[in-house]
């Protein structure tokens, strides 16, 4: 999407959201797409992040996902399609009454599978140099902590630790920064946050981007909240359904790997950077097992997606976006038995 065309867009965007009135179900639905508009045609990166209530126990959690992305192809000619799979958890607790102490951890593995038969082997600017990278492995680590202002505020600080390469890499793939978000819980239905995070990223200047967290219970069967983490991208969902234990989900978002390439292949990337972002719109099925419990199928496309390949002082090789790809997956999340306290409930 070029800078003029977004533009219009965005402009197109607020004139919807202005005119949406006192509808909330039609505001919701134009702030779904606003979201991804603004993704397409932001040049920096923003993270948003799920919307949980302080709790005053110890609670853990673990979660599993698979998703596949069918074939598609970029502008070059040069297809490719991939599959991942990720195990994450979290536990989170007090320390006294107003301050609580997190940790989260996750892995993920990523297969992506090129058919470069129409790329001139070695070239770069409109063909890949070679087959890229294969099997992408990322480790996450986030400590945080939580202060607590009053019954209605809350200060967060995270620092997010990102180690991402290409199966082989013997080079740095670290990446590091602090995060810190202002959560006030306006009413018994809205919660906002926001925030600022500072990161480091491989052969390349820090980035500075905004934290967003929402969670809006419009009315009893609908809900308009924020999904993702501390790490750069996530995406807002509108969650109907007229039981809390089965809901139908709408969602856009934005999606960011950059990682560390191995030393095989052209002299130009050994070593280099790899990256790939894209936009997923999803429809998907939200299935409340147990409290807590939670298994969620999704389908949809990946939208403005682009490859990139740079060497290993962070020079561009190869930038191409790529058309619209399938993808279906599926995510299940249940809790992990914790001791009941370690801290009393602050007094009203």
Known sequence: MSERASGRALAHCRARLAATGSSPTSFALAAIVCVALGAASASAQFAMLEETSPSYEWRGRLATSYRNEFSTKSDAGDEFDAWR?????????????????????????????????????????????????????????????????GSRVAVIAAVPIRWAAETGADRNGFAAGVSALVRWQVSDALSLGAGIGVTSQLEGDAETFPLISLRWRISESLELTTQGGWFQGGRTALLWGPNPAIRLSLSAGYERLRFRLDDNG???????????????????????????????IHAGLGVEGRLRVETDSGRKLYDQTYDPAPRVGFSLTFPIGLPARTASEPRP
Request: no cysteine; hydrophobic share 40%.
């Open 266 to 296: 052209n002299a130009a990337d050994r070593n280099g950077i790899g990256e790939v972002t894209t936009i997923p719109i999803e429809v998907g099925l939200r299935l409340q097992l147990i409290p807590e419990a939670i298994l969620e």
């Open 85 to 149: 799979v990720e195990v994450e958890g979290g536990v989170e607790g007090p320390i006294n009454q107003s301050i609580l102490v997190g940790f989260q951890g996750g892995y993920r593995h990523a297969r992506y599978d090129f058919d470069l038969d129409g790329s001139p082997p070695g070239s770069f600017g409109t063909a890949l140099p070679r087959d890229p990278w294969n099997t992408v492995n990322s480790l996450d680590f986030l400590p945080n902590a939580t202060v607590l202002v």
